[in-house]
Structure formats: C-alpha cells, structure tokens
C-alpha cells in the first residue's frame, strides 16, 4: 500500500497529488492519504471513477482515507 501524506497543503494540491498517483497505480491497488481535512471534492472525483472509499478520522484531527483503485 502506498501511503502520501497530505498535510500542511494548501487545497488543491492534495486532490491533484492524490489523482496523479492513482493515474499511476494499477486496478486493485490500494493508496492510502493523510489529509487535514475531510476531502469532499475528491469523494465527488473518487464515486465519479468508481473507487473504493474509507476514511478514518485520527487522533491528532487529520483524516486517513484508504483508496481501492477500481478495475479499468
């Protein structure tokens, strides 16, 4: 699983990190990203593509979304 760390950024730089590594992962592959925030527009972006979606809120108030990348 790959992991990005997105925090300290400033939107929409997490977003566009996120989908530039997904372009580049292979269906079934899994990403994982830490965000300041809930990403609400990449939810939008992630159902449109028909990813997997989980996001877990931590302790420190960043949230950790775990992303299946879907089959092409």
Same mark, same amino acid.
Request: charged residues 30%.
């Given at each position: ?10 939107? #929409?730089? #997490? /977003? /566009? ?22 990403? /609400? ?32």
């Amino acid at each position: 699983m790959k992991i990005i760390d997105n925090r300290g950024l400033q939107p #929409p730089q #997490p /977003m /566009m990190r996120t989908l530039k590594t997904l372009e580049k992962m292979k269906p079934g592959e899994t990403l994982a990203i830490i965000n300041d925030r809930r990403p /609400m527009f990449l939810y939008e972006e992630l159902n449109e593509l028909g990813y997997q979606h989980e996001t877990e809120p931590q302790e420190d108030g960043s949230f950790k979304i775990t992303i299946t990348k879907s089959g092409e």
